[in-house]
């Protein structure tokens, strides 16, 4: 990207977050953050055998948020095709290389809401960040990774803070909306929200979207790219759905700089 590139995001950035936006990427930078939450995850996923919901992803990196590669003894990821919007050149059966130090783990490729072919409680735990927004029935998908892992297993859940990123205008979804998706079966097809994520998407704190028109192809055609932010999450949503979905929530927290997350385990099968 070119210097005045560089400078126009910086601008749109500003224009979109103001000072506040300003002063916290410099904190992140100076003193990034350490969830409370850290060392109950590195004890959770410790030797064992993980699963990736979305990924890779940086927050769960040696150097990130939540290191969950350098613990675990294999990681294991789930994708919905060959070819999206952050992975290219997929392979159901081929390699994730989720440390380049580390042997890779499998790559499956699955609807985040139908693993079909991985067993019941066959993982120690299940990771997955920044994916489950852009699930259409995330209460199906959890109660699926709820499956697959084992009793005392755990889930280590990220998802975007609204009020920091482009979904601070919209409106926070329900847990009785999401019950509703859950009993008509929606499917991630579905355009419920199109509407209101294009009337109300701050592209400014979006810059790499492009213009207004580009953002509503993109949402429109969300069934080949899945960027759309169906459902809108609070830490109080999140924990609620974790629960309805039969998990326990040990913790839940936000952390800098636009991340809401949680810790839940499975009590049994």
Not at 92 to 115: I, K, M, N, Y
Not at 154 to 161: A, G, R, S, T, Y
Not at 263 to 269: D, F, G, I, N
């Amino acid at each position: 990207m070119s210097v005045s590139g560089s400078m126009t995001r910086v601008v749109r950035r500003l224009r979109g977050g103001g000072l506040s936006w300003l002063v916290s990427a410099v904190a992140d930078r100076v003193a990034p953050a350490r969830p409370a939450m850290r060392p109950a995850v590195a004890e959770a996923t410790a030797r064992g055998l993980g699963l990736e919901i979305g990924g890779p992803s940086r927050v769960f990196s040696a150097r990130g948020l939540l290191p969950v590669y350098p613990h675990a003894a294999r990681m294991d990821n789930v994708n919905f095709a060959t070819q999206t919007a952050w992975e290219q050149g997929l392979q159901d059966g081929g390699p994730f290389r989720f440390d380049p130090h580390r042997t890779p783990g499998t790559q499956w490729l699955r609807e985040a809401v139908a693993l079909t072919g991985l067993p019941d409680a066959g993982f120690d735990f299940i990771a997955s960040s920044h994916c489950l927004e852009h699930v259409a029935n995330p209460l199906r998908a959890l109660r699926e990774w709820h499956r697959l892992t084992r009793p005392g297993g755990h889930l280590i859940l990220v998802l975007p803070d609204p009020e920091r990123t482009f979904d601070h205008r919209r409106t926070v979804t329900t847990l009785a909306h999401l019950q509703e998706d859950f009993a008509r079966d929606t499917r991630e097809d579905d355009l419920t929200h199109a509407e209101e994520a294009i009337a109300r998407h701050d592209l400014d704190r979006d810059p790499g979207v492009g213009s207004s028109d580009e953002f509503r192809a993109r949402v429109r055609a969300n069934a080949q790219n899945r960027c759309l932010h169906h459902h809108v999450f609070t830490l109080e949503l999140m924990s609620a759905a974790l629960r309805d979905a039969g998990w326990t929530v040990l913790a839940a927290e936000k952390a800098r700089p636009l991340h809401l997350l949680a810790l839940a385990r499975k009590e049994s099968a």
